[in-house]
């Protein structure tokens, strides 16, 4: 096991491993003990009640996170005619069909591809690119969809998309440390309240079992889980 730097160690003796928190106590402690030279990334990981093994237990979904995420997304749409104005004016940074293309050919300078239904057929043989890095587009996650230019701004807005892994749990990333804490709250209850939202019919027992906020090189530390199980 990688052992941890010193910095690293003094942030940890400022929480306690056996206390779950409130949200924003939990929140402030990321804030105060992130130590690195850059802006980090504040992060939430959950461990969830389901078996995503079976189809009506995998949790996936978006969210429009209320703060925005604190980076700038490169969105990306596949669209002709009236659509791709539509996209432009929503604020789109790269547009067209010809970027199948360039895809083909190894470019992927962007972050979130959103695509009208008419042009998934073209889409599908890029399957094997885009779907390993996740940037698939899939109208569970609202970037298959006409309504190009509302999927434009509300990414550009701060919305992300979370899914279960095959261990039950869910990453996000919720803003930056150098967000206000009131920020940081109302996107983690955002997320929080989404992931309850999403709870499978067919999932057994306590559902949100686990919840930690981190930011990128510092501890975690835990939330009381309570709240979100009634």
């Known amino acids: 096991m ?4 010193k910095k690293y160690e003094a942030a940890a003796k400022n929480r306690d491993l056996m206390t779950t928190y409130e949200p924003r106590k939990a929140l402030d402690l990321v804030k105060a003990n992130a130590f690195a030279k850059f802006d980090e990334t504040v992060e939430v990981a959950i461990r969830l009640g389901v078996d ?8 996936r979904g978006t969210v429009v996170l209320p703060a925005g995420t604190g980076k700038s997304v490169r969105v990306l749409v596949i669209a002709v005619g009236d659509k791709a104005k539509e996209a432009e004016a929503a604020g789109a940074d790269f547009i067209g069909t010809e970027y199948l293309q360039k895809i083909k050919d190894g470019w ?14 073209q889409l599908g043989q890029l399957g094997r690119i ?16 006409f309504n190009v230019g509302n999927a434009v701004r509300e990414t550009k807005a701060g919305k992300i998309e979370f899914r279960v892994d095959k261990s039950g749990n869910v990453h996000a990333a919720i803003g930056k440390v150098s967000f206000a804490i009131e920020s940081l709250e109302q996107n983690f209850a955002a997320f929080m309240d989404q992931i309850v939202r999403a709870k499978p019919s067919a999932a057994k027992g306590v559902y949100v079992q686990n919840v930690a906020v981190s930011s990128t090189m510092g501890p975690g530390v835990k939330v009381d889980p309570t709240a979100f199980n009634r």
């Open 2 to 5: 990688r052992a941890h730097g």
């Open 130 to 145: 885009l779907g390993p890095r996740g940037l698939m587009p899939n109208p569970k996650a609202g970037t298959v969809t």
């Open 108 to 121: 992927l300078d962007f972050d979130v591809l959103i695509a009208t239904p008419d042009q998934m057929g």
């Open 52 to 59: 995503p093994r079976h189809a009506d237990q995998v949790v």
